[in-house]
């Protein structure tokens, strides 16, 4: 009959010396049950040394970890009542941001400048831990220090990190952003091979949870000038706000970003895009932007120096692009299933004036269907109108019709005062279903790369989608404007490691998110002390560290 092991253990034997000292072996050992004695004895497996030994503590601490490799910390917990689990921490997203953080050398960037300027704490372990926080689990700096970084995640490098570290690094990176940017451009554009030749431009507003504008003189920087009302994108015209321009790659990574006063206007930022952009050898460099950034001025200043750009131009009734450019005829050409294109040229030599229009069928199918439901909605109100008496509720109902930026567009008046469809602003209105007009100065592009060059400013809203829904960038809660600054730039340097983990793994940041999430760090607790291991990977999570090139986390981070 064949013994059974029971159980195997670690086993420490001492023999004492004749000076009175105790000198201890480390063995491994297993309990076999002999059953012809009815008895379990010990058989020794294989005998590691002094317990003294530091080779021996080594060759301990490789095992250990290649056994904890297998096992799960409920596991663990569950076959030895002498251990138990004292927390447990989500881990693999954020050991997937530091990875590439470390990748990208945004480590080394900030390690550098730091040391020029002798900064006495680790500012770039105080930055990491502000971005990975607006990647993950986005609040406030406050409650990143208190809550987040103290019991929801465990960063290495942070235990030492105050409060008054997480402000003084903002502080450190409104000082030295510009160089920053350069760098981790220079930087990730060789590592990924990043395409420039197009650069992509928008703004956008971000409101404050204030109700009184900042006093100052808008545009410096020193003053307290910033937060003021202007045209608000997201329908917060109430809040003071600033400005947010952004400047990304045709694969969506950001390359820049500016911070303006709130009621800058979108057509005034680009000299100073164009100037902070010059000195960056960016090649063939050309500049996109929406119709928001279209002006005489801007035109000339994006042309000057041989500029290149592609601007989607407004629409207005009677200006060239209503009356010379849409209603020329012309055969369109075939792009891509819901895109064709027709090259129009308006004036001639140096003047001359290159425009593509684009047709999207599909789009102006939906177009149509959403006017002929306004429509109907607004022959209903009409109706309704007439059947209302001189009480006053008839002109202002009228008013609330013409004023609104629904219906207001297909009314005209008549002489009675009466509302009537007006046909011809119906007429007009459809004549632009699924259309939309780019100009250029560059002759070497073709219809189709313009078009495709425009569509790609996609990216742009993408971008900005991310930064408010996900990132949070707003509301901010900051008053000084180098800390609004550094706000903002926390926010962007999150999104560039959320687009390079999604260039990887080809999906979405919350998608890999929740996957790596899978991965835990738990700290246990026995009879030695503790050991804070990580969880293996589930397959989800292992595809996507794959994906992005990086290799499983250690079993075990660290022990004490």
Not at 514 to 542: C, F, H, M
């Amino acid at each position: 009959m064949r013994d059974t092991i029971t159980h195997m253990y670690l086993r420490e034997s001492r023999q004492k010396r004749v000076d009175g000292s105790v000198l201890a072996h480390l063995q491994l050992a297993e309990s076999v049950w002999d059953a012809e004695q009815g008895r379990s004895k010990t058989r020794i497996v294989y005998s590691f040394g002094r317990a003294d030994d530091p080779e021996v503590s080594e060759r301990l601490r490789k095992l250990a970890r290649s056994i904890l490799r297998r096992c799960s910390p409920e596991e663990i917990v569950a076959e030895d009542p002498n251990w138990r689990v004292e927390d447990a921490w989500p881990y693999g997203d954020l050991f997937a941001l530091e990875r590439l953080w470390e990748r990208l050398g945004l480590a080394e960037i900030v390690r550098n400048q730091a040391k020029r300027r002798k900064v006495r704490f680790d500012v770039e372990r105080a930055l990491f831990a502000m971005v990975a926080n607006r990647a993950l689990a986005p609040c406030s700096k406050l409650y990143c220090w208190e809550q987040w970084m103290a019991e929801d995640v465990r960063i290495s490098g942070t235990e030492g990190l105050e409060l008054q570290h997480l402000y003084r690094a903002m502080d450190f990176l409104a000082e030295n952003k510009e160089e920053l940017e350069e760098a981790i451009f220079y930087r990730i554009s060789d590592l990924l091979n990043l395409e420039v030749d197009l650069i992509f431009y928008d703004t956008t507003s971000v409101h404050f949870e204030i109700d009184d504008e900042d006093a100052g003189a808008p545009g410096s920087e020193a003053s307290p000038g910033q937060r003021k009302r202007g045209y608000a994108k997201n329908g917060r015209g109430d809040a003071p706000q600033v400005v947010v321009g952004l400047a990304v790659t045709r694969d969506g990574l950001p390359v820049r970003h500016w911070v303006f006063p709130g009621n800058t206007v979108d057509v005034s930022t680009v000299s100073q895009v164009k100037a902070d952009l010059k000195g960056w050898n960016l090649g063939r460099c050309v500049f996109v932007g929406d119709a928001g950034m279209v002006s005489a001025s801007n035109l000339r200043t994006l042309s000057l120096g041989g500029g290149k750009y592609i601007v989607c131009m407004p629409v207005h009734q009677g200006g060239e692009v209503a009356e010379g450019v849409l209603t020329r005829p012309g055969r369109y050409q075939d792009v891509a299933g819901n895109l064709r294109v027709k090259e129009v040229v308006i004036g001639d030599g140096e003047r001359r004036r290159r425009y593509v229009v684009c047709h999207n069928p599909e789009e102006e199918a939906r177009q149509r269907a959403h006017r002929e439901r306004v429509l109907e909605e607004l022959e209903a109100e009409l109706a309704s109108l007439q059947d209302l008496d001189n009480s006053g509720a008839h002109s202002k109902r009228a008013c609330q019709l013409r004023s609104s930026r629904r219906y207001g567009r297909y009314l005209r008046m008549l002489k009675s005062g009466k509302l009537k469809l007006d046909k011809g602003a119906i007429r007009s209105a459809s004549q632009y279903d699924g259309k939309f007009v780019v100009h250029s100065n560059d002759d070497t592009l073709t219809p189709e790369d313009l078009a495709l060059g425009y569509k790609q400013l996609m990216r742009v809203e993408q971008a900005w989608r991310s930064l408010k829904s996900g990132i949070k960038l707003r509301p901010v809660f900051h008053s000084a404007p180098h800390r609004i600054h550094a706000h903002v730039a926390i926010t962007v340097l999150a999104l560039l490691l959320e687009r390079v983990a999604e260039r990887a793994c080809k999906d979405t940041w919350r998608n890999i998110r929740d996957d790596l999430k899978q991965i835990k760090l738990a700290q246990l607790s026995g009879p030695n002390g503790r050991v804070w291991q990580v969880t293996e990977p589930a397959t989800a999570a292992r595809k996507r560290l794959k994906a992005m090139d990086i290799l499983h986390p250690p079993a075990l981070i660290d022990h004490a």
